[in-house]
């Protein structure tokens, strides 16, 4: 199938950055240039006045499959990604059973492979059953396809299994992704500890629980030269200490989510379990330090954690929720309030969007090179309408962004050369 | 003249005028259960619904016996002969209970914001019976209620709240309602104890129990969740007794005619010398018994009656 998409503002960072057109046939890029011929038999994609974009890249998706299909599939997630304009996502490895094994790993390529939306590469896990104890079989796990390991939720505490998986991922060059939580801190935590869970009397979750991980995990990087990844990190803490890793050379690459620049612990008021994700809310110097970061470029990748749960969890005490918000079908307008804001160039988000991100995992994605992989996401960057969690393509509904006004849609996503995703005529005006 | 609202969740958003219309409902109920006859008919008619899913003795009593002095049918409702053990949501149960044509819903629940959660989900008014370590605000108007029936005002009033703070939601409905009426509240404690953000809720933080006690008119004392002690809170009973226990010489810090409150149960020679406890100025059984006569207030007033 050949595609001529003509006419949008092609941005691929470091690369192009102005009016094109862009040719795909075979599934992947063949030209980009002004006023490219339409070969026999193209179809032509109109983009004038959109932005012609490389298809965004995940590092930090919790799709549910195997285990708890009820709160998302692979398919259902796939479908979110593609309607967010993600092209590629990496999935979380605490399903049931955990990805610690290369069956598991198999069954969820397979799984997106059926599924035909976005390319999905599983993240393995860290340790046998997420369990911080003993090494899973990493070796196998990137053999079978896993692009990076994390113990995600359950980060492993153990700072000697730590270190040694560090050590062990460098004969098979995956990144080592950590959740920052130091357990004992944290423990029984449910939102921010500060003046709201002051409060409003719920546990808190303070920032040296992030902070003190960090540290931690930055030492052991500089001890076994491992390239890790730090996954959402949500605090001032943080962004200092990875700015002063990355000063230092380590091997060090950092995301945050939509919700950690756009949101804080002041949400949580009224018990909204929206509000309930982990990392938490944090206050408002922390937000402003998240954007700094991601501003100078400490911040490399902007990611979802995108967790779906089923209404009826959501519903539970604020104690009782599950923490998490789903993301994927979010994070583009999100992301360009912040060029709004001026935090960032246009340029600059769509990078953290697509090409650092895809950097960061050494995958085959992000950028609209000649020969890469047709992954696209063309986007109206004007479009305003409402986050109504009833047309979310995601199995699950729980975002606190729901009748939001937004500004910035995806219009159509392609991936391997296929148009994917379509939006609706009539979700246009919506 | 009502409250009107629905429901009774927090200190926080009741006006110092609301809190002043509780007391003074509770004045005139406080004359019924000294009665022959314990008995008035405003809620008959009316269902109360006491859904405690915590252990509870006192409030739950209270509770009960002050809508039944109004002449309401009353249930108890506990977890161990509910459908909870089932794996039934909270808002499932009190589904349930509205549709029996339950008036007011009473409820005790261990996390923070249940009854928020519950109010959103019921029509049904829902009072607050401590929720966490969030509030309890039929506890903090009873205590107010003391507190003024020795004739104390509140303006420039020195309360000294002592003991767990973080983990007391005594303590938080209190602190709310005191700075609300102009009170000066000093909370005191071993900083693991204490919130390290609580200062902006506009109270003096102190960790030394004789100098919080100078000059104070009234000494609240928490109880010293004994359970605690394996989460490195604090070392020992016997050191936290010596530090931070009311005794007689401790009370003589205070202003003379200092009075000494506790929300129950007391832990004798742990947070409180026995000798205090039972000293003419503890208040503690006069807040039991006015608790009853203000729990008969604030139910009158949401049944709409008033």
């Known amino acids: ?32 240039g002004p006023a490219l011929k339409a070969p026999a038999g193209a179809t032509v994609i109109q983009a004038r006045g959109q932005l012609v974009l490389p298809g965004f890249v995940d590092l930090h998706v919790h799709f549910r499959e195997p285990g708890f299909e009820y709160k998302e599939t692979i398919e259902s997630g796939t479908a979110a990604a593609v309607a967010g304009g993600f092209t590629t996502v990496c999935a979380m490895p605490n399903t049931n059973p955990v990805n610690d094994n290369q069956a598991v790993t198999e069954f969820m390529l397979e799984r997106a492979k059926a599924a035909g939306n976005a390319h999905l590469y599983p993240i393995g896990a860290i340790t046998k059953k997420s369990e911080g104890k003993e090494l899973a079989e990493i070796g196998d796990l990137r053999r079978a396809g896993c692009v990076a390991i994390s113990d995600d939720g359950k980060p492993v505490m153990n700072s000697l299994v730590m270190r040694r998986a560090m050590e062990y991922a460098r004969a098979f060059d995956v990144p080592v992704v950590d959740h920052c939580e130091d357990l004992h801190l944290s423990e029984g935590g449910c939102m921010n500890e500060g003046l709201v869970s002051t409060e409003l009397g719920l546990p808190g979750i303070p920032s040296a629980a992030e902070d003190v991980m960090v540290a931690r995990n930055v030492s052991l990087a500089e001890l076994t030269g491992a390239r890790l990844h730090l ?22 690459t950092a995301e945050a989510c939509p919700h950690h620049f756009t949101l804080t612990e002041e949400l949580t008021r009224g018990y909204n379990t929206h509000a309930k994700m982990n990392p938490p809310l944090r206050t408002m110097q922390d937000v402003q330090a998240i ?10 990748v902007i990611a979802t954690d995108h967790a779906p749960h089923a209404t009826q969890e959501k519903q539970q005490e604020f104690t009782e929720a599950p923490f998490g918000i789903v993301g994927l079908e979010t994070a583009l307008p999100l992301t360009l309030a912040l060029v709004d804001d001026g935090v960032l ?25 000649i020969g890469a992989p047709a992954d696209v996401a063309i986007v109206d960057p004007n479009s305003e309408w409402h986050v109504d969690p009833a047309r979310f393509r995601s199995k699950s509904r729980n975002t606190p962004f729901a009748g939001w006004k937004v500004k910035g849609r995806v219009t159509t996503t392609i991936v391997s050369g296929r148009v994917v995703f379509e939006l609706d005529r009539s979700e246009r005006q919506a | 003249m009502g409250l009107k609202r629905k429901d009774l969740l927090s200190l926080t958003n009741l006006s110092a005028d609301d809190i002043t219309l509780i007391l003074e409902t509770a004045d005139s109920f406080k004359e019924v259960s000294g009665r022959e006859i314990k008995k008035v008919p405003a809620l008959r008619g009316k269902t109360v619904v006491n859904l405690f899913f915590e252990p509870s003795t006192r409030t739950r009593t209270s509770f009960e016996l002050a809508a039944k002095r109004l002449s309401a049918d009353v249930i108890n409702f506990s977890p161990s002969s509910s459908s909870v053990v089932k794996g039934e949501t909270l808002l499932d149960t009190a589904r349930n209970i509205e549709a029996m044509q339950a008036d007011i819903i009473v409820l005790r629940h261990s996390s923070a914001g249940a009854a928020e959660t519950l109010a959103r989900g019921v029509k049904s008014s829902v009072i607050n019976a401590g929720d966490g370590w969030h509030e309890h605000p039929t506890q903090a108007l009873l205590d107010l209620y003391t507190i003024r029936s020795r004739r104390m005002g509140f303006a420039g009033l020195r309360v000294a709240i002592v003991g767990d703070v973080a983990h007391s939601r005594v303590a938080r409905s209190n602190i709310f309602a005191l700075t ?127």
């Open chain 1, 1 to 32: 199938m050949t595609l001529l998409i003509q006419g949008g503002h092609v941005i691929d960072p470091g690369r192009v950055n102005g009016v094109a057109d862009v040719l795909i046939e075979n599934g992947t890029i063949s030209a980009v």
């Open chain 2, 180 to 306: 609300k009426l102009g009170a000066e509240v000093r909370v005191v404690g071993p900083p693991t104890m204490i919130p390290l953000q609580i200062g902006q809720l506009g109270v003096q933080v102190y960790h030394n129990l004789d100098e919080a006690l100078r000059g104070a008119h009234v000494i609240m004392m928490l109880r010293l969740q004994l359970e605690r002690q394996g989460r490195a809170l604090f070392p020992t009973i016997r050191e936290y007794a010596r530090h931070y226990g009311l005794t007689g010489e401790r009370v003589k810090l205070a202003e003379p005619g200092a009075i000494v409150m506790h929300p129950g149960p007391i832990n004798r020679g742990v947070e409180i010398a026995p000798d205090v406890a039972d000293s003419l100025s503890s208040v503690i059984l006069d807040q039991v018994a006015n608790g009853v006569a203000v729990r008969m207030g604030i139910l009158y007033l949401m049944s709409g009656a008033g």
């Open chain 1, 231 to 252: 996954a959402h990190i949500s605090t001032a803490g943080s962004v200092r200490m990875v700015r002063e890793a990355k000063a230092r050379g380590l091997k060090v």
């Open chain 1, 291 to 300: 954007k700094e970061g991601l501003r100078d470029g400490t911040i490399d």
């Open chain 1, 345 to 369: 160039t246009l340029e600059a988000a769509v990078d953290k969007l697509a090409t650092a991100p895809a950097k960061a995992f050494s995958l085959n994605a992000g950028t609209l090179a």
